[in-house]
C-alpha cells in the first residue's frame, strides 16, 4: 500500500540520517578528545612554564567543537522529528528583520552589506513563526559563509495571486552546476565545518507550509534563493 511505502521510505531516510550523524559525530569528538589530553598534560607543565596561551587555545578548541556537536545534534533532531508547522497569521517582513538583527554582529564582522527592500508591507502569510525563523536564518547563513568581504546580501518581496515571494541575492562564490543537483541531499556540503543538513531542514519546512524554495547561481558570480509562501487565501489544506 501507499502508506506501508512511506513509512518505508521514512524509515530509510531516517537510517541515513543516522548513519550520516554517526560519522559526522566522529571529527568533533576525536578532536575533543586530543585536546582534553593536550589540556590535561599541559596542566601538569603549568606550575614550571607558567605559560597558559598553548592551554587556553585547547580549552578554545573544545568549546567550538562543543558548538559543533550540538549544531549536528540539533539539526539532525530537526531532521528526523518533522513537526507539522503550527500555523498563525505571520509577517514575514517582521520575521525576516528579527533574523536580520540576530545576524548582524557576523554580518558586520564579515563585512557584508544587507540590501533589504522591506519598505512594502507584505500581505501577511499563516506560517509557523518559529520554523520560517529557521528557514530565514539557514539562508541567510549560507550567504554569508559564501561572501567574501565586501559582499551585498539583497532581499527582496513580490507578491502574486499564487503567493508571497522573498527573494534573497548574494555576491558569493556561487555554486558548480553538478552540484545543483545535490543541494537538499542529506549531508551534501563543500565546507569544511558544514554539516550539509540546512537545506534539506529548509525544503521540508516549505513544504510542510505548502510553499516552495527555488536556487539559482552562477559559479563566481552568485546564488539567488527564491522562497514562495502560499497567499493566506489560497492555502490548500495540510496535510497532517
Ligand atoms: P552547509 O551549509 O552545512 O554546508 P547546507 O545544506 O546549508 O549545508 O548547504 C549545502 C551546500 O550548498 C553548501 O555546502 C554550499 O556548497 C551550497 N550552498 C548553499 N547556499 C549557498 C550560497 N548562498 N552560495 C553558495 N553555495 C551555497
Ligand atoms: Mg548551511
Do not use: W
Not at 520554523?131 to 539562508?139: E, R
Amino acid at each position: 500500500t501507499t502508506e506501508a511505502r512511506i513509512e518505508d521510505e521514512r524509515t530509510s531516510s531516517v537510517l541515513l540520517l543516522a548513519a550520516g550523524v554517526a560519522h559526522e559525530l566522529g571529527n568533533p569528538l576525536n578532536s575533543l578528545t586530543i585536546h582534553l589530553q593536550l589540556i590535561e598534560r599541559r596542566l601538569k607543565k603549568l606550575k614550571a612554564a607558567k605559560d597558559t596561551d598553548a592551554l587556553a587555545d585547547s580549552i578554545r578548541v573544545c568549546q567550538e567543537e562543543v558548538v559543533r556537536l550540538d549544531g549536528i545534534i540539533t539539526n539532525f533532531l530537526d531532521a528526523i522529528r518533522p513537526r507539522p508547522p503550527d500555523l498563525a497569521e505571520t509577517r514575514l517582513e517582521e520575521v525576516l528583520a528579527e533574523v536580520l538583527q540576530f545576524h548582524q554582529r557576523e554580518l558586520e564582522n564579515r563585512d557584508i552589506a544587507v540590501e533589504a527592500e522591506l519598505t512594502t508591507a507584505l500581505p501577511a502569510v499563516m506560517a509557523d513563526r518559529n520554523q520560517v525563523k529557521q528557514v530565514f536564518f539557514n539562508i541567510i547563513k549560507n550567504a554569508m559563509e559564501a561572501m567574501q568581504p565586501g559582499g551585498v546580501l539583497r532581499i527582496k518581496t513580490r507578491t502574486d495571486d499564487e503567493g508571497v515571494y522573498l527573494i534573497f541575492g548574494d555576491t558569493g562564490s556561487g555554486i558548480r552546476q553538478g552540484d545543483l543537483v545535490k543541494l537538499f541531499q542529506p549531508y551534501h556540503t563543500t565546507k569544511a565545518g558544514g554539516n550539509g543538513l540546512g537545506l534539506m531542514v529548509v525544503q521540508r519546512i516549505m513544504r510542510d507550509h505548502g510553499g516552495q524554495i527555488g536556487i539559482e547561481s552562477t559559479e563566481g558570480v552568485g546564488t539567488t534563493v527564491t522562497l514562495q509562501f502560499p497567499r493566506k487565501d489560497r492555502r490548500v489544506r495540510m496535510l497532517k
